[in-house]
């Protein structure tokens, strides 16, 4: 099983948008999505077409997530790829 050495970044923060914030303005679809732990960033998951979470990760190296999905309390990091 991997470690995260990232946890030390999580922040508190403030959900960006109560949808995907991409998906929102181009008026588009998304099936679940990610909260971003540094920044607070809403995107889409990569079962969305779009797959914005990723997306902005790629962009901000903001490397954990948490599922905005209710009923859902898991988070990912994309660096060390592994649940934390």
């Known amino acids: 099983m ?4 990232h946890l ?5 923060v403030t959900a960006s948008a109560n949808g995907c ?14 909260q971003c732990l540094l920044c607070g ?3 889409c998951c990569d079962s969305s ?6 997306k902005h990760f790629h962009a901000t190296n903001h490397p954990i ?3 905005f999905e209710p009923g859902e ?4 990091c994309y660096i060390d ?4």
């Not at 991997?2 to 050495?5: L, V």
């Not at 030390?8 to 508190?12: K, S, V, W």
């Not at 991409?22 to 679809?29: K, S």
């Not at 309390?73 to 990912?76: A, L, N, S």
């Open 21 to 34: 914030e991409e998906c929102l303005i181009r008026g588009d679809r998304w099936v679940h999505l990610r």
């Open 41 to 43: 960033h809403v995107g």
């Open 8 to 12: 030390n970044q999580i922040q508190e």
């Open 49 to 54: 077409k779009n797959k914005h979470a990723t």
């Open 73 to 76: 309390e898991w988070r990912w």
């Open 65 to 67: 997530v948490k599922s």
């Open 2 to 5: 991997s470690t995260c050495t």
């Open 81 to 84: 790829k592994t649940f934390v």
